[in-house]
């Protein structure tokens, strides 16, 4: 098996330093489509997560009862909203934004799974999409087809199960996740412990991270870094491969303080600046 262990030697190489005449038009502009009602905190988590790993502007896009409740927990946020209070039932937007993050607390609902696919066939901005917009995927595969090349998917092993199957052994399923790849030209962040990405035939070990990071919400702040990255230009593999990394890096740095059970997905976003930190200061 080809493959490669991401530790700070790897991500260094990826890494890109910000730019001291950088300005927020240029670091990238992210949307982020989700939520449903009792699931809003789910978009604000990914939101906030993309503007700690530093894209310049954030859109987030929910159900008409999310409108307040993203503007007041995140006034960074600029926030459009469906024509439904409930879920998402038309994706209408006007902004041009470098990366669209999809799915995370979306709902499965009849006009939500019309919208998603609407929205595939006209989207043309580079994707990652995770929870219940993999979970609509896995009910109707015709849809695959018309993902983008390197579009990123961000699935839980459930969620890996919903699109592949049932495995029968650790190694079928690696099989079976780069035949998926392949065949639909994905990179497929297959969250675990440890958790892979796999871009086609090469598999990328991610080493940082602990069980600190088994809390509602982690995975939904993990697709707003991986999402803010690709806005900011870092190509498909290492925004995923670099936005897993940090993400790791953010309870392996919290843990001395927190512990294990007291850690939550709000603490990964308040020490991504620190885990950004280390590498800066590896780099010295
Ligand atoms: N604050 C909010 O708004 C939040 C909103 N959220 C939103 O909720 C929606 C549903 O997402 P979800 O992942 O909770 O439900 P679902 O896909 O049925 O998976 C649950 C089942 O899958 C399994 N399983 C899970 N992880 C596994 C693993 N690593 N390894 C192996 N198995 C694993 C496990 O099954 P079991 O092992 O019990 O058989 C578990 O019972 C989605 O839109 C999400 O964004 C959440 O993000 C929370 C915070
Ligand atoms: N024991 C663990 N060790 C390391 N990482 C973990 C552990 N448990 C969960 N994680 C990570 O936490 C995230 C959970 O994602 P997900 O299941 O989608 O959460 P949610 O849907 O609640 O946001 C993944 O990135 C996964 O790799
Ligand atoms: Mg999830």
């Avoid at 459930?158 to 690696?174: A, N, V």
């Avoid at 702040?221 to 803010?228: A, E, H, K, P, Q």
Wanted: aromatic share 8%; hydrophobic share 40%; net charge neutral.
């Amino acid at each position: 098996m080809n493959t490669i262990y991401i530790n700070q030697k790897e991500i260094l190489k990826r890494y890109k330093d910000i730019d001291k005449n950088t300005h927020k038009g240029i670091q990238g502009h992210a949307l982020f489509i989700g939520g449903s009602y009792g699931k809003i905190g789910s978009v604000c988590l990914s939101s906030k997560a993309a503007l700690k790993t530093g894209c310049g502007l954030v859109t987030t896009f929910v159900p008409k009862c999310g409108y307040e409740i993203v503007q007041m927990s995140i006034p960074e946020v600029m926030v459009l909203t469906d024509v439904q209070e409930n879920f998402i039932s038309k994706i209408k937007v006007d902004i041009v934004p470098q990366a669209i993050g999809i799915g995370p607390g979306m709902g499965q609902e009849q006009s939500t799974q019309k919208a998603f696919h609407e929205f595939l066939k006209i989207n043309k901005t580079p994707l990652v999409i995770d929870a219940d917009a993999l979970n609509i995927l896995s009910q109707n595969k015709s849809w695959l087809s018309l993902l983008a090349p390197k579009t990123i998917i961000t699935p839980h092993l459930k969620e890996l199960e919903r699109l592949l199957g049932k495995w029968s052994s650790e190694e079928e399923k690696f099989e079976k996740t780069k035949a998926f790849s392949k065949q639909y030209n994905l990179i497929v962040v297959m969250k675990g412990v440890p958790t892979h990405t796999i871009d086609g035939e090469t598999i990328y070990e991610n080493t940082t991270g602990n069980a600190a990071l088994a809390t509602a919400g982690s995975g939904d702040v993990l697709t707003g870094m991986i999402t803010s990255l690709l806005a900011q230009s870092y190509e498909p593999v290492n925004a995923a491969i670099l936005g897993v990394y940090l993400h790791g890096l953010t309870a392996d740095i919290a843990l001395p303080e927190t512990g294990y059970q007291s850690f939550i997905a709000s603490d990964i976003i308040e020490n991504i600046g620190k885990a950004y930190l280390t590498l800066q200061n590896a780099q010295k």
